[in-house]
């Protein structure tokens, strides 16, 4: 029995996807829930999987392609299972649909094979065209010699190491007449056009709009980070062993801006058209780097999370973000936003707004630094910290005093306990 493969249903907030990965191919043998295909938002990455035992018949949708939400990508053959004669009529079928060749069968393979002509699946053609590859030139390692798509982004990578290396000089026999010795090329200058994705494409124009849209400054401060080193060193032990998690800085410093975020609501407001918009709660983002780009999943009430919960949540979002499995709703919402550019080895920097929040906190590397205290010079490890606020909403006496209000609690992290 054939069943539609079909896009997940995108939330109202996103318009269209593309397809980024099939990871299989037509006539593959499938299990029940196995992932097949990836579908990339400008948010995250969706998952769509078999949903049954059997193979896929066909592909409708190549990688790259854009597709909307609940959109028909291929079709799926339950209670099939996969065999050489099914991989090559499937894949056949739709290399024959992709360039416009009449319908062929596995003879029509065989043809092409003793012709010298490359088999090449429809993903593997595509990107082959893009980059000016000869497919004969190309050794393909899928099924009957198929080349597949990774055979092809070898190839160019080859190329491009090949390339990379300096060509031998020229002779003087050889070299041309009349030619300046410092015009004669002495190697190739590769480059590689990847094309954006549309998480990356996503993150680019929402950092534009925030710069054009709001009036943004940012204020610094430094905060010595011993009073907090001290503690953690003191307690880390205890506190991995009770609650299972490692004590870090990061959880220290949510904690520090959910106090100070309530001392100072237009921190924690947001801009709607022409409205001021002040939150009775905190939902603080943090900034996590992925390969796919900058995201930012947000802790929901940190009011009310102690330091093991926002440990363990960061851990998480860490480990969904690298394998692309953030859910929309993980990063939605948010009144504040983290970013901690210091575990990269960044010394100072101008964090940009994360629309429509009207602030958001830079942390930085831990360097030592001498220090004048009580009219003495003292060595401390010292962070630079950087508020980025938007002025519509902020006054710079707003933004000064809340900044001063982590450094205060994070030099006496007594302050956070006491609430004072």
């Known amino acids: 029995m054939s069943t539609e493969i079909k896009a997940p249903v995108f939330p109202e907030s996103v318009a269209e996807g593309t397809v980024a990965t099939w990871h299989k191919k037509p006539g593959e043998a499938c299990t029940r829930d196995e992932l097949i295909v990836d579908i990339e938002t400008d948010k995250v990455v969706l998952e769509v999987v078999a949903p049954a035992d059997g193979v896929i018949e066909k592909i409708l949708k190549e990688e790259g392609e854009t597709v909307e939400s609940g959109e028909v990508v291929g079709q799926f053959k339950e209670g099939a299972t996969g065999s050489a004669s099914a991989d090559s009529s499937a894949s056949d079928s739709k290399e024959d649909t992709d360039t416009g060749a009449d319908k062929g069968s596995e003879k029509g393979n065989e043809d092409a094979s003793s012709k010298g002509e490359a088999i090449l699946s429809p993903a593997a053609r595509k990107l082959a065209d893009e980059n000016g590859v000869d497919p004969g030139s190309v050794k393909g390692t899928g099924k009957d010699g198929r080349v597949t798509k990774e055979d092809v982004q070898n190839h160019i990578d080859q190329g491009a190491s090949s390339k990379s290396q300096p060509s031998s000089a020229p002779s003087a026999a050889g070299s041309a007449p009349n030619v300046p010795e410092a015009n004669v090329s002495t190697g190739e200058r590769p480059e590689k056009r990847v094309p954006m994705t549309r998480l990356r494409a996503s993150i680019a124009k929402r950092l534009v709009n925030a710069q054009q849209n709001a009036a943004m400054l940012t204020t610094f401060n430094e905060v010595n980070m011993k009073p907090l080193m001290d503690l953690r060193k003191q307690y880390k032990d ?37 409205d001021m918009v002040y939150h009775g709660y905190q939902d603080i983002g943090v900034a996590v780097s992925s390969d796919r780009g ?27 973000a690298k394998d692309g499995k953030l859910g929309i709703e993980e990063m939605t919402g948010g009144t504040f936003t983290i970013s901690n550019g210091g575990v990269f080895g960044s010394l100072m920097s101008t964090p940009i707004l994360n629309p429509p929040q009207t602030a958001i906190l830079g942390m930085h590397k831990i360097q030592e630094r001498p220090m004048a205290v009580d009219g003495q010079v003292v060595v401390l490890p010292m962070m630079y910290l950087a508020l980025s606020y938007d002025h519509r909403m902020i006054d710079g006496k707003e933004a000064v005093q809340f900044l001063v209000a982590i450094k205060e609690m994070i030099e006496d992290p007594a302050r956070i306990l006491l609430d004072v």
């Open 238 to 274: 205890s506190f991995e062993k009770r609650h299972g998690i490692k004590l870090g800085f990061m959880s220290l410093f949510v904690k520090a801006s959910t106090e100070a975020l309530k001392r100072f609501p237009a921190v924690n407001a947001s801009i709607d058209n022409n």
């Open 294 to 320: 900058l995201v930012v999943p947000v802790l929901r009430d940190t009011d009310a999370l102690g330091l093991a919960d926002i440990e363990k949540k960061i851990v998480e979002y860490g480990t969904k």
